[in-house]
């Protein structure tokens, strides 16, 4: 149950009210009360703890929205397999959440495999999710709702589909009226409550803590009053209506603390609008602008792309889609948002991607290949993407003479593009 005490409204589970306090001119939230730096977008602050969310080079993310928007046919379209999900024509075709993984395009992989002559390549991967339909007051339990938080609590980010077609033969759980605005707030609203839900039973935990006596109790009472700090710092934010991942958090305690918890709204979100055919290719759509505003008040660095589930589609049918422009940038974008990049190991016989977390060490990126290079690890030589992507072969020894081959030892913290060779203990390389 969440009370509204602290905004004179106590008792009873309601709509969290719409508290944007925004200056029109400026892309960020203006609250004089949160002790927040807003975030303008992504942050490349060094080191894993620096970042929400799990701490983990496996990540993945999941596709959400309320009811009949298409959710099922994108998941369709980047798996790029027609048998899998379930795109029908009523409320709840997908009930229990259906993965599938998918290969992320590379340019940069294509550019290696050729300089470096690899027989083969192997692109680094992200699982997906489709995830079932929100409804209004989904936190409360209403139609899926516990089964699609909990979902949407075990992956790492979130892509949420909103409708922004016309379509009289596709029905709108909402009335049967396209309105994106609506659906937007929905959702935005359900996930604010079920975190505040988590945050007000957790404070009751830790008043509970508070008063045991320290001895025979295993309490430790400066932990349970740092938690009790960042709780109530969270739960302001989200009274006012901010998600989590909104506001700049830059002390790794506090970071801590709050991925602990797998927080609904911590998790960054890529917005996908689907569209007609002839919106996608004019890139023009008569519910962009309000979405765009929306999104300035609400989610000021979360990306929003536009897509035509049916002409992906379409082409996914007549396969067609390989190179997909969109496809590839949704892919890509979402990759970005969760602090994902990409290191190489290229040789002749073969050229790989690897995904590693912004900010970890080469080190680190060393026990991706194998946990003993990790162990053994003594150095590592780099090649940069901006020293490579002009080449039409590699040749080690001009690359060397030009000093464009860096020795770098454990701290080095890979960069995206890099080119990796690991030197480890008992003559192992990689």
Not at 23 to 31: D, N
Not at 59 to 70: E, F, I, M, P, T
Not at 96 to 120: G, V
Not at 336 to 364: D, M
């Amino acid at each position: 149950m969440i009370r509204w005490v602290e905004r004179g409204i106590s008792g009873g589970v309601l709509p969290i009210p719409t508290y944007f306090l925004t200056r029109p001119s400026v892309r960020y939230f203006s609250s004089s009360h949160i002790p927040f730096k807003q975030v303008a977008g992504p942050t490349t602050s060094a080191g894993p703890n620096t970042f929400l969310g799990r701490d983990s080079n496996n990540l993945s993310v999941g596709l959400v929205g309320l009811a009949n928007v298409g959710k099922s046919t994108i998941f369709q379209i980047l798996t790029q397999q027609t048998q899998i999900g379930n795109p029908a024509n009523y409320p709840f075709a997908t009930i229990d959440a259906i993965k599938s993984i998918i290969n992320i395009k590379s340019p940069i992989l294509d550019h290696y495999q050729t300089i470096f002559q690899s027989e083969k390549k192997i692109e680094s991967n992200l699982m997906i999710w489709d995830i079932a339909g929100l409804t209004r007051n989904a936190s409360s339990g209403e139609g899926l709702g516990n089964q699609f938080l909990n979902d949407i609590r075990n992956v790492d980010g979130i892509m949420h589909v909103l409708r922004g077609f016309q379509d009289e033969e596709i029905i709108h759980i909402e009335n049967n009226e396209v309105d994106p605005i609506r659906d937007l707030t929905i959702v935005n609203d359900e996930l604010i409550l079920k975190d505040l839900e988590v945050i007000e039973n957790n404070l009751d935990r830790l008043n509970k803590l508070k008063k045991k006596p320290v001895h025979g109790h295993n309490v430790n009472k400066i932990e349970l009053e740092n938690e009790f700090k960042v709780f109530e710092k969270l739960q302001d934010l989200l009274y006012d209506g901010l998600k989590i991942n909104q506001v700049e958090w830059d002390n790794p305690d506090e970071i801590t603390i709050i991925n602990k918890y797998h927080f609904l709204t911590a998790k960054p979100t890529l917005y996908l609008l689907n569209v007609n055919e002839h919106d996608y290719k004019t890139q023009t759509n008569q519910y962009l602008s309000d979405i765009q505003h929306w999104l300035t008040k609400n989610s000021p660095h979360d990306k929003l792309l536009m897509i035509s589930a049916n002409y992906e589609s379409s082409l996914l049918e007549q396969e067609e889609l390989t190179n997909s422009t969109i496809v590839n940038e949704i892919i890509t974008s979402m990759k970005s948002a969760l602090n994902l990049i990409s290191f190489y190991t290229c040789g002749p016989k073969e050229c790989h991607q690897w995904n590693l977390r912004r900010g970890n060490t080469v080190q680190e990126a060393a026990g991706l290949i194998h946990t003993d290079l990790q162990k053994t690890f003594i150095s590592s030589i780099v090649y940069k993407w901006v020293d490579l992507k002009n080449l039409d072969l590699f040749n080690e020894s001009l690359i060397k003479s030009q000093g464009k081959q860096y020795k770098q030892g454990k701290k080095y913290l890979v960069e995206d593009g890099d080119v990796v060779i690991i030197k480890a203990g008992s003559g192992k390389a990689r």
